[in-house]
């Protein structure tokens, strides 16, 4: 009888400790998804004051128009400029994350084409054969404009923003976490601008 006793209290023992591990488990992974979710929003939340931030130092600032080229390689004249504003342009570089710039393609193109918004996308490019390619997997029917700086000082891409009047403004750097905030972006400069 006592060793019966004995046993029993052995497998109380025993469960009580098991369960404690796995409660202590349990806390320990929603600690851990807790800080996870910490810090992607801290990150968020840097990512997007550096976007902000950066956005104010290219506001209103003057667009190279001399450099700015079509696919045939003829420089665009002022004039196609003041024909043509305001226009949104999309700006993106050969260095960019290809994945980030065709989802944006992808998010511009659904975009526009439900709101009918006057668009150019310029890149800067140095293989004609390349921006094909890159054309025809987005199935971009326009053009893809080429230019080396876009705006004096250019550190940074990819970009939306808003030429008229001599200048870019309403700068907004696109970020794949935050879709809905590019396509509100989009629908807001259509109600100034377009």
Not at 84 to 98: G, M
Not at 156 to 179: A, E, H, K, W
């Amino acid at each position: 009888m006592k060793n019966i006793l004995l046993t029993c209290l052995l497998f109380v023992v025993l469960l009580i400790g098991i369960y404690t591990t796995i409660l202590i488990s349990k806390q320990s992974t929603n600690i851990a998804l807790v800080n996870s979710v910490n810090d992607k929003l801290s990150n968020d939340i840097k990512t997007l004051k550096y976007n902000i931030i950066d956005s104010w130092n290219f506001e209103r600032k003057a667009l190279n128009i001399d450099s700015i080229f079509d696919e045939g390689g003829q420089r665009l004249t002022p004039s196609f400029f003041e024909l043509e504003k305001p226009i949104l342009i999309f700006r993106f570089s050969k260095v960019d994350c290809s994945d980030c710039v065709v989802s944006q393609v992808k998010l511009l193109k659904e975009v526009i084409n439900e709101r009918q918004i006057k668009y150019m996308i310029i890149a800067d490019y140095s293989n004609k054969r390349k921006l094909g390619l890159f054309k025809r997997t987005n199935e971009i029917d326009g053009l893809v404009y080429n230019c080396e700086e876009l705006i004096e000082d250019e550190n940074r891409t990819p970009y939306f923003c808003v030429y008229s009047r001599g200048l870019i403004s309403n700068i907004f750097f696109p970020d794949d976490d935050f879709q809905e905030l590019t396509k509100y972006y989009i629908d807001k400069m259509r109600e100034i601008y377009f």
